[in-house]
């Protein structure tokens, strides 16, 4: 039902920091948790971490944990991934998503997708 646009990708010197967000339309924004995947070409889609619905809770995976820290403003309709000491491998599109459940860590958990944005990490 709701419709997900990611936005604020780019490229970033190796160590740096970005910030992406994901912005939803409708009247519904807060009934849903959020997710951050990301995909490179030749991978499979990688789970970057996920949030409740009022933001209480976080949860990350190993891979990120520590760098990424996931936000959200509903009464924005945004959901925030602030990424920090970037590393060449997370170069990847990457894609918010929205779900009734929590925590969710497949793609199939997940019934709402953005189209992604491009994050770029060179040297």
């Known amino acids: 039902q709701v419709q997900l646009v990611e936005s604020g990708g780019g490229l970033v010197q190796v160590g740096g920091s970005l910030r992406v967000s994901c912005v939803a339309s409708?009247?519904?924004?807060?009934?849903?948790?959020m997710g951050w995947f990301r995909q490179t070409p030749g991978k499979e889609r990688e789970f970057v971490g996920t949030?409740?619905?009022?933001?209480?809770?976080?949860y990350y995976p190993d891979s990120v944990k520590g760098r990424f820290t996931i936000s959200r403003d509903n009464a924005k309709n945004t959901v925030y991934l602030q990424m920090d000491s970037l590393k060449p491998e997370d170069t990847a599109n990457y894609s918010c998503?929205?779900?009734?459940?929590?925590?969710?860590?497949?793609?199939?958990?997940?019934?709402?997708w953005g189209p992604g944005t491009q994050v770029t990490v060179s040297s």
């Open positions: 409708g009247r519904t924004f807060s009934n849903y948790n």
């Open positions: 949030i409740t619905r009022s933001g209480s809770s976080t």
């Open positions: 998503a929205a779900s009734q459940y929590y925590p969710a860590v497949v793609p199939a958990a997940y019934e709402n």
